[in-house]
């Protein structure tokens, strides 16, 4: 028979350990204001020795890329390129080319994107040509975006729609170009006008601008950029404080047309007399085999360094439907992610339950994981192949990528993330030779203090090391 008295006992050991454990006082002025924090710190062995509602489902933001970098090292491999190549499908008759020039996009994000490279790809392609004896050219150029669906699913059906205009949230296209971005400068005018404003590096083709940013007296500036994948339109709106100039990065709504129409200018510069067209190709031709030339990217090793670096959002989709192209699955953003799942299942990584993407890049507030997943995924990860790359292309703290303003925490390496209303952090710190891992999320931030989330997240860290 049971005792009583025991049972009794029992309940109020454990009523009494439940209601002794504390929210650590870095965090209680967050509290206050009303935000949801949550954090989990794994020793070595992977016990989880500090947490506060770890298991809470959160909004994890940019800290998902981490996720999404080790199932593409596994999925493709560090030593992955992508590569785009231009066909030709046609003929030179006395240095006349007749026919079709195609471009076959593989969905490589950093195509033409790094400074000077989009008019080095343009003179090779036309060097190329050249060098098969062209004077002129009577055809079309094609861009092949066959590789995914070329409608609105170039982005996560669940993203924001103010961020669909904007840099960060450019769709991925079997062809990508500059980045799938653009920059325009604002300059101030009198208050309460319109601000004046023009394209930096290059003006994007069949794009209707809507400006309605005004020059405004106050200090603070909003500026922001409404469109969508496909669309000829975008509109901005905010202001740009009295004698300053601010600069802004749209979304490019159609990449594979401004890489079309920059081609087609190329070629008419060079080669005087040229009648060619541009257009898009749905559906690859397979029977294509006349490669003029190909153009591979960085190994993915590198490109994994520059997306968890930087934070960057194109990097990580791009990659997220490349690994779902390659398997032959489908490329929509929250199917595709059905594959970091089968990875986490494969690794028989901890707490799977707890992981609920929508994209690769967690701009989208319907992500949702939970501080005990991340930890616990940054402990398993120490023991796979994909560990070496991921964790020396986390920022450290003080010194790279977006840690470099964080305050300067020896051994302390992590990726950030920032959408409205969330801020979190997941990497590892090392302490007396050991190095744990650790996931602070805080989600429903509410503080005008910009600089409170950073700073209470950096002293709980150190006080890990006290």
Same mark, same amino acid.
């Given at each position: 028979?049971?005792?009583?008295?025991?049972?009794?006992?029992?309940?109020?050991?454990?009523?009494?350990?439940?209601?002794?454990?504390?929210?650590?006082?870095?965090?209680?002025? #967050?509290?206050?204001?009303?935000?949801?924090?949550?954090?989990?710190?794994?020793?070595? $062995?992977?016990?989880?020795?500090?947490?506060?509602?770890?298991?809470? $489902?959160?909004?994890?933001?940019?800290?998902?890329?981490?996720?999404?970098?080790?199932?593409?090292?596994?999925?493709?491999?560090?030593?992955?390129?992508?590569?785009?190549?231009?066909?030709?499908?046609?003929?030179?008759?006395?240095? &006349?080319?007749?026919?079709?020039?195609?471009?076959?996009?593989?969905?490589?994000?950093?195509?033409? +994107? +790094?400074?000077?490279?989009?008019?080095? !790809?343009?003179?090779?392609?036309?060097?190329?040509?050249?060098?098969?004896?062209?004077?002129?050219? $009577?055809?079309?150029?094609?861009?092949?975006?066959?590789?995914?669906?070329?409608?609105?699913?170039?982005?996560?059906?669940?993203?924001?729609?103010?961020?669909? @205009?904007?840099?960060?949230?450019?769709?991925? /296209?079997?062809?990508?170009?500059? %980045?799938?971005?653009?920059?325009?400068?604002?300059?101030?005018?009198?208050?309460?006008?319109?601000? *004046?404003?023009?394209?930096?590096?290059?003006?994007?083709?069949?794009?209707?601008? $809507?400006?309605?940013?005004?020059?405004?007296?106050?200090?603070?500036?909003? !500026?922001?950029?409404?469109?969508?994948?496909?669309?000829?339109?975008?509109?901005?709106? @905010?202001?740009?404080?009295?004698?300053?100039? +601010?600069?802004?990065? %749209?979304? #490019?709504?159609?990449?594979?047309?401004?890489?079309? %129409?920059?081609?087609?200018?190329? !070629?008419?510069?060079?080669?005087?007399?040229?009648? =060619?067209?541009?257009?898009? *190709?749905?559906?690859?031709?397979?029977?294509?085999? *006349?490669?003029? =030339?190909? /153009?591979?990217?960085?190994?993915?090793?590198?490109?994994?360094?520059?997306?968890?670096?930087?934070? *960057?959002?194109? !990097?990580?989709?791009?990659?997220?439907?490349?690994?779902?192209?390659?398997?032959?699955?489908?490329?929509?953003?929250?199917?595709?992610?059905?594959?970091?799942?089968?990875?986490?299942?494969?690794?028989?990584?901890?707490?799977?339950?707890?992981?609920?993407?929508?994209?690769?890049?967690?701009?989208?507030?319907?992500?949702?994981?939970?501080?005990?997943?991340?930890?616990?995924?940054?402990?398993?990860?120490?023991?796979?192949?994909?560990?070496?790359?991921?964790?020396?292309?986390?920022?450290?703290? @003080?010194?790279?990528?977006?840690?470099?303003?964080?305050?300067? =925490?020896? %051994?302390?390496?992590?990726?950030?993330?920032?959408?409205? @209303?969330? +801020?979190?952090?997941?990497?590892? =710190?090392?302490?007396?030779?050991?190095?744990?891992?650790?996931?602070?999320?805080?989600?429903?931030?509410?503080?005008?203090?910009?600089?409170?989330?950073?700073?209470? &997240?950096?002293?709980?860290?150190?006080?890990?090391?006290?």
């Amino acid at each position: 028979m049971t005792n009583p008295l025991k049972q009794i006992a029992f309940f109020i050991f454990i009523t009494l350990r439940v209601f002794s454990q504390q929210i650590d006082s870095s965090f209680v002025a #967050l509290e206050k204001e009303g935000s949801l924090i949550s954090y989990s710190i794994r020793d070595e $062995n992977g016990y989880e020795i500090k947490a506060w509602q770890s298991k809470t $489902n959160m909004q994890p933001a940019s800290t998902q890329k981490v996720i999404t970098a080790a199932a593409a090292l596994y999925y493709l491999g560090k030593d992955y390129r992508f590569k785009t190549a231009v066909l030709l499908n046609g003929q030179v008759e006395n240095g &006349v080319y007749k026919g079709d020039v195609v471009v076959r996009g593989s969905g490589d994000p950093e195509f033409g +994107r +790094r400074s000077g490279q989009a008019d080095t !790809i343009k003179k090779e392609i036309l060097n190329a040509l050249s060098r098969r004896g062209v004077k002129r050219l $009577n055809g079309t150029i094609k861009t092949d975006v066959s590789l995914y669906p070329y409608n609105q699913e170039a982005v996560s059906r669940y993203w924001v729609y103010e961020d669909l @205009g904007n840099y960060y949230g450019a769709g991925v /296209f079997g062809l990508n170009w500059r %980045g799938n971005s653009f920059t325009v400068e604002f300059k101030a005018s009198r208050p309460g006008e319109l601000a *004046d404003y023009n394209y930096i590096d290059y003006t994007p083709y069949n794009l209707a601008i $809507n400006s309605k940013v005004i020059t405004c007296s106050h200090l603070e500036e909003v !500026i922001y950029m409404w469109g969508a994948p496909g669309k000829s339109s975008l509109d901005m709106d @905010g202001c740009v404080p009295a004698g300053q100039i +601010r600069r802004e990065r %749209g979304a #490019l709504p159609n990449p594979p047309i401004q890489f079309a %129409g920059e081609l087609n200018n190329a !070629i008419n510069e060079k080669f005087i007399g040229s009648v =060619i067209s541009s257009g898009i *190709d749905l559906e690859k031709n397979f029977y294509l085999s *006349d490669t003029l =030339i190909s /153009f591979s990217s960085v190994p993915l090793s590198d490109m994994i360094r520059s997306m968890l670096l930087n934070s *960057d959002n194109l !990097i990580a989709e791009a990659l997220l439907k490349r690994m779902a192209a390659d398997l032959g699955k489908p490329t929509r953003a929250e199917k595709a992610v059905d594959l970091v799942k089968n990875y986490l299942e494969a690794m028989k990584f901890p707490e799977t339950e707890s992981f609920h993407p929508v994209d690769g890049s967690g701009l989208s507030p319907s992500n949702l994981m939970s501080a005990s997943f991340q930890s616990a995924f940054l402990h398993h990860l120490k023991s796979q192949p994909e560990f070496e790359i991921v964790f020396n292309s986390l920022p450290e703290a @003080g010194k790279t990528g977006t840690l470099r303003r964080f305050e300067t =925490i020896p %051994g302390l390496r992590a990726k950030t993330g920032s959408i409205q @209303g969330v +801020r979190t952090y997941m990497g590892y =710190i090392e302490i007396k030779g050991k190095r744990l891992s650790f996931s602070v999320m805080v989600n429903h931030l509410s503080s005008k203090d910009k600089k409170l989330t950073g700073n209470s &997240v950096s002293e709980f860290l150190k006080s890990l090391i006290n």
